[in-house]
């Protein structure tokens, strides 16, 4: 009974199933997406003069070496001024027109 059902409805056929009428123009617009992606990355990567000079190479461009590991705890008051100054800073943009 249920087998006559399916094979009467014809479910299972591909062209007229739901993935091939909704979901294709997703599938095919993510698959171009990403081959483009892959392509302009490769291009920048091979066409890309890739000569830096001993500044660039150097430590800081700033001039001078660091005198600590850079990977030290900061204190939590950094963070939370960093975020009240963003929380204000949203607050400002929306009261001022």
Request: charged letters at 15%; aromatic letters at 20%; glycine letters at 2%.
């Amino acid at each position: 009974m249920i087998l006559s059902i399916f094979s009467s409805i014809n479910y299972f056929h591909l062209n007229d199933s739901l993935f091939y009428n909704e979901y294709i123009v997703i599938v095919t617009f993510l698959f171009v997406a990403i081959v483009l992606s892959v392509i302009i990355v490769l291009f920048s990567y091979i066409l890309a003069v890739q000569k830096p000079e001993t500044e660039k190479l150097s430590t800081y461009e700033c001039g001078f070496e660091p005198y600590e590991d850079a990977r030290h705890t900061f204190d939590v008051k950094f963070y939370l001024i960093a975020i009240l100054f963003i929380v204000f800073d949203i607050e400002t943009m929306f009261l001022i027109p």
